[in-house]
Nanobody, 120 residues
Framework: QVQLVESGGGLVQAGGSLRLSCAAS????????MGWYRQGPGKQREWVAT???????NYADSVKGRFTISRDNAKNTVYLEMNSVKSEDTATYYC??????????????WGQGTQVTVSS
């Protein structure tokens, strides 16, 4: 059974920084694209950033220039470096990953979420 476990959330002041991590564990053949999404209070879940297994990154306009997504393929881990955070970044952050197996079709998995709260 594959699990994605996020960590690093917490309370941060506006203008500050925070680093989120998400580690995948279990019987994994290969991990493709990994990404971060977020869901703010009363809002729908929205895409934040994606990185493929070659290192190509894409960002939502709302975080471009402030957030950086990266990954460590040896550790099956994706990171989100959040800088110059704003109150509107307050949300539960979820990671996801496209995972291939040797004995079943590939599938996308989600973490349980980590809360980020930005205080003004």
């Amino acid at each position: 059974q594959v699990q994605l476990v996020e960590s690093g959330g917490g309370l941060v002041q506006a203008g500050g920084s925070l680093r989120l991590s998400c580690a995948a564990s279990g019987t994994i053949f290969r991990i493709g694209a990994m990404g971060w999404y977020r869901q703010g209070p009363g809002k729908q879940r929205e895409w934040v950033a994606t990185i493929n297994n070659g290192g190509t990154t894409n960002y939502a306009d709302s975080v471009k220039g402030r957030f950086t997504i990266s990954r460590d393929n040896a550790k099956n881990t994706v990171y989100l470096e959040m800088n110059s955070v704003k109150s509107e970044d307050t949300a539960t952050y979820y990671c996801n990953a496209w995972i291939a197996y040797t004995d079943r079709p590939p599938s996308t998995h989600w973490g349980q979420g980590t809360q980020v709260t930005v205080s003004s």
